[in-house]
């Protein structure tokens, strides 16, 4: 070594320069003429397509065309096999350099769980809203007498109710209970004839009888003081009891109440609402 460093300084300084100038453009020749080979410049191919594959037999069509493969995230989706792929990056037919890496989606085997919320008191289209949310699905809908129209009352897996907060799998179908709009017993329909729209409406909130058509005989500037001349269904029945009165008609809570309105009282509260 120090022959060598002595056979270089006795060397003019100009020899030194030169040859450490062509040292120089030698190795910079020699990196730049192998980048190519390195990079593997100018070597594309197409990328298949695998989704929709079993991840395994994807990974190996990949590295068979010399692409490298990295499974970068799973979801779930019923519909699609499981263990399937369900998206590449790139995506398939893109042209890509020999070697690069495609990363993979896959269908997960196991679905993830969820906590059942509590849906009683929610309306039919809130309920369904949050059940798909959670990744879950509406199943059979049934109704029973109930003046909580179309509101959630029961929520079902399969034909037994369901705790919130229990653990089921995403893709899971609930059946609802629903109301009916209508209670289970019977009133009588309360006589409204002669009294003010605005007093009606306050004894048929209280049976929890709903208000249907409302109909003007006469023009009305101020319908809270109009008066009802005429209801549907009637308070009385067209039937007598043994004493010779009329019955009572009968109605359920969430019924519909028709009502007739005129800015004059009627003469009497009874049979004289056949007249109009």
Known sequence: ??????????????????????????LVFL????LNWITGFGKTQKV?????????????MLEASGLEVVIQDSVFIDTLAKQAVVRQIPDAESIVKTGRTIYLTINRSIPPQVEMPNLTGFSLKSAEMFLLSLGLKMGNISYRPDIARNAVLE?????????????????????????????????????LVGL???????????????????????PITDSASSFIVKQSPAAL?????MSGFRLPNKMKAGQLMDLFLSTTPPATTDSTQSQY
């Open 237 to 241: 029945s067209d039937s007598l009891d």
């Open 31 to 34: 990196f730049f003429g192998s």
């Open 48 to 60: 298949p397509s695998v989704t929709g594959q079993n991840v395994q037999a994807a990974i190996k």
């Open 155 to 191: 929520q079902l897996l399969g034909d037994r109710p369901i705790a919130p907060g229990t653990k089921i799998p995403t893709g899971t179908v609930i059946n609802f209970v629903l109301g009916s709009g209508e209670g289970s017993g019977e009133l009588e329909v309360p006589q």
């Open 1 to 26: 070594m120090k022959k060598w460093i002595e056979q270089i300084t006795r060397k003019p300084l100009w020899v030194n320069m030169v040859f450490a100038f062509l040292l120089v453009v030698t």
């Open 196 to 218: 003010t729209f605005e007093a009606a409406k306050l004894m048929l909130q209280g049976m929890n009888i709903n208000i249907g058509a409302v109909v003007a005989l006469n």
